[in-house]
């Protein structure tokens, strides 16, 4: 099958071989008209052609170009994949920032773990819902994240909520301006609060909706592991052990994650609240005990906190401004 070019970037997306359907009867392989192209990919591919600014819209299962590899394709979802030739046309619904953060994590976990979670949760919970026809692409992870408790912890590095505030705001002015206006950040770190910033940031971008969401409220951990926490946990080390089991110490290296409570009352009730001292709280900088972890916990959960980010991706892919609530 010959792959033709020379026409709009569009058009290089596929093998043309329907295009004989509209060779001109007597000139046998002549060049395509463009307005034929165009009609088919309107007709085949779901597509808006916005005159004047000659945008086509297409549906999302349509392929981008494939990569120069014969294994690997560019997965059209990841912007840090995408290209010009591509995105000179498409355009997508949904922007997906996630979030991370640097910092230690126990003693046999990567300072990047929050990163690699964000990376790997934020990609397959796209790919899952591109694949239902959602039009999302996940920018790249912005790996630092609020990490003021833990300024004595060698190399934790910590982005002020003030400065986040301003990275979140360049970026809704690039994504308001171009007219992608739906936004969700997938939070990876418990230091990362985006609520109030996106109730400020609303205001200033009224067209935008704005979205966030904590991927790892999304599931009861009970049903998944044997052992609560919130930092470098069973959950954590699991996820770890499943998605990069080459960067993980053994679990022998580990500490147990032991969590000293607050001396006042309220803070152990978790009805008032005051930032932990990290390091007077636990000795490993872990808090839950990891030792019961396994690859295969990790998979089932990270398979199901996919399945719920997707769906989140896809509700508010299709959620019309004004038609949010019934
Ligand atoms: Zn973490």
């Known amino acids: 099958m010959e792959r033709r070019r020379g026409f709009s970037p569009a058009v290089d997306f596929w093998d043309l071989d329907e295009e004989k359907a509209c060779e001109t009867p007597g000139t046998k392989n002549a060049e395509p008209s ?53 995105l000179k046309t498409f355009r997508y619904d949904l922007a997906v920032l996630p979030w991370g953060a640097t910092e230690a994590h126990n003693y046999h976990m990567p300072y990047g773990t929050d990163i690699f979670e964000a990376d790997a949760i934020s990609e397959e919970g796209a790919r899952k819902a591109w694949e239902k026809g959602s039009k999302v692409v996940v920018l790249p992870t912005l790996p630092f994240g609020v990490n003021t408790g833990q300024s004595d912890i060698y190399l934790d590095i910590n982005l002020n909520p003030s400065t986040q505030l301003i990275i979140l705001s360049d970026i809704i002015e690039v994504l308001n301006r171009q007219g992608l206006k739906k936004m969700l950040i997938v939070n990876s770190h418990g230091g990362n609060n985006f609520q109030p910033m996106l109730r400020e940031l609303g205001l200033k971008f009224p067209e935008m909706m704005l979205f966030t969401c904590n991927w790892f409220q999304a599931l009861d951990k009970s049903k998944y592991f044997e052992e609560s926490g919130d930092h470098a946990d069973e959950m954590e080390t699991a996820l770890i052990q499943y998605l990069h089991p080459e960067l993980l110490l053994p679990l022998e290296e580990a500490g147990d994650g032991a969590e000293k409570k607050s001396v006042i009352r309220g803070i152990r009730e978790k009805w008032a609240w005051a930032e932990r001292k990290w390091s007077q709280v636990t000795e490993d900088t872990g808090i839950g005990n990891p030792k019961k972890a396994t690859a295969e916990k990790g998979k089932r959960y990270f398979d199901d906190v996919t399945d719920k980010v997707s769906e989140l991706i896809a509700d508010i892919c299709s959620a019309q401004p004004g038609e949010l609530y019934r």
């Open 34 to 86: 463009k307005d034929c192209l165009i009609n088919f990919l309107l007709w085949d591919m779901d597509c808006i052609l916005e005159s004047g600014s000659q945008i086509i819209n297409f549906g999302p299962k349509s392929p981008f170009h494939p990569s120069n590899s014969p294994t690997f394709m560019i997965r059209p979802y990841l912007l840090k994949e995408a290209n010009w030739k591509s």
